[in-house]
T-cell receptor
Framework: SQTIHQWPATLVQPVGSPLSLECTVEGTSNPNLYWYRQAAGRGLQLLFYSVGIGQISSEVPQNLSASRPQDRQFILSSKKLLLSDSGFYLC??????????????FGNGTRLTVT | QKEVEQDPGPLSVPEGAIVSLNCTYSNSAFQYFMWYRQYSRKGPELLMYTYSSGNKEDGRFTAQVDKSSKYISLFIRDSQPSDSATYLCATRTGSSNTGKLIFGQGTTLQVKP
């Protein structure tokens, strides 16, 4: 069966510090990968998605970047965090390649607090 | 206007009640519909996934889609305190391979023992 791992679960970082959040998927190949941010009372906002290695699409302009160095690895980064980057970051995957229009499956998220 | 509208609640019901959660959407190109359950400090978990208009049942859960009204619902029968969570509706067009979903804001449900 497929599993998705996301770490760390919580993170407290000072303003101006760098960020690296990692997500890996097991049990599948060629997944579509996604980074979402969830702010309180504001629903899920898609930040980045990737349909393959090295292929990154950005949905909103922001202080963050994403990379996909391997098929089942997705990384969310920032060179200098802002207070507004605080939030709950969720990684997700879908099996779009094998099963078009398949749903997304989420990891358990990273709660980031920028102080 | 948001593409998917969902009343954030909170919705509080007694244990055993039938719960009705609803979303409306504006884009008739949306073809696939999902309901996710999210417990506090956890990621969303897929509950129901449906394509066609009509009902889909899974245990105590029933998803209903009315494409003519652009209205989707999730019914929970015999609600339990463990059903207390935030419920998110989501949809997509199915016209590309990006797999991007459009989410509602989520409805917070509390089932009281």
């Amino acid at each position: 069966s497929q599993t998705i791992h996301q770490w760390p679960a919580t993170l407290v970082q000072p303003v101006g510090s760098p960020l690296s959040l990692e997500c890996t998927v097991e049990g599948t190949s060629n997944p579509n990968l996604y980074w979402y941010r969830q702010a309180a009372g504001r629903g899920l906002q898609l930040l980045f998605y990737s349909v393959g290695i090295g292929q990154i699409s950005s949905e909103v302009p922001q202080n963050l970047s994403a990379s996909r160095p391997q098929d089942r690895q997705f990384i969310l980064s920032s060179k200098k965090l802002l207070l507004s980057d605080s939030g709950f970051y969720l990684c997700a995957w879908s099996n779009e390649f094998r099963t078009p229009n398949s749903p997304l499956h989420f990891g358990n998220g990273t709660r980031l607090t920028v102080t | 206007q948001k593409e998917v509208e969902q009343d954030p609640g909170p919705l509080s019901v007694p244990e055993g009640a039938i719960v009705s959660l609803n979303c409306t959407y504006s884009n008739s190109a949306f073809q696939y519909f999902m309901w996710y359950r999210q417990y506090s400090r956890k990621g969303p978990e897929l509950l129901m996934y449906t394509y066609s208009s009509g009902n889909k049942e899974d245990g105590r859960f029933t998803a209903q889609v009315d494409k003519s009204s652009k209205y989707i619902s999730l019914f929970i029968r015999d609600s339990q305190p463990s059903d207390s969570a935030t419920y998110l509706c989501a949809t997509r067009t199915g016209s590309s391979n990006t797999g991007k979903l459009i989410f509602g804001q989520g409805t917070t449900l509390q089932v009281k023992p």
